[in-house]
């Protein structure tokens, strides 16, 4: 069983900059692929970026490349998302996800989510 709690989200202003946060508690975070997916209201969780279990391999959704970094430190169970120039469209839900097997971008590849952290960005 992988439990996963992220942080970092909040209120941000057009331009800004965050970084999310999911530590993963589980005995070998270096045997889970992870992702970044989010959900914004009234639409579909989408897929965000990715990240190999041993971070040599990264991912990411077109709506995001050039702007989004995601990481992860596996001496420390936690994977991140950088997230420069953000744009109002970029407000949503944000979750991490972990993949036994898989990588990439179907949310039916991973087998663990977090509960979500509000991301919004102010015009």
């Known amino acids: 069983q992988v439990q996963l709690v992220e942080s970092g989200g909040g209120l941000v202003q057009a331009g800004g900059s965050l970084r999310l946060s999911c530590a993963a508690s589980?005995?070998?975070?270096?045997?889970?692929?992870m992702g970044w997916f989010r959900q914004a209201p009234g639409k579909e969780r989408e897929f965000v970026a990715a990240i190999s279990k041993s971070g040599s391999g990264t991912y990411y959704a077109d709506s995001v490349k050039g702007r989004f970094t995601i990481s992860r430190d596996n001496a420390k169970n936690t994977v991140y998302l950088q997230m420069n120039s953000l744009k109002p469209e970029d407000t949503a839900v944000y979750y991490c996800?972990?993949?036994?097997?898989?990588?990439?971008?179907?949310?039916?590849?991973?087998?663990?989510w977090g509960q979500g952290t509000q991301v919004t960005v102010s015009s």
């Open positions: 996800a972990a993949s036994t097997y898989y990588s990439g971008n179907l949310k039916s590849h991973y087998n663990y």
């Open positions: 589980v005995r070998t975070f270096s045997n889970y692929n």
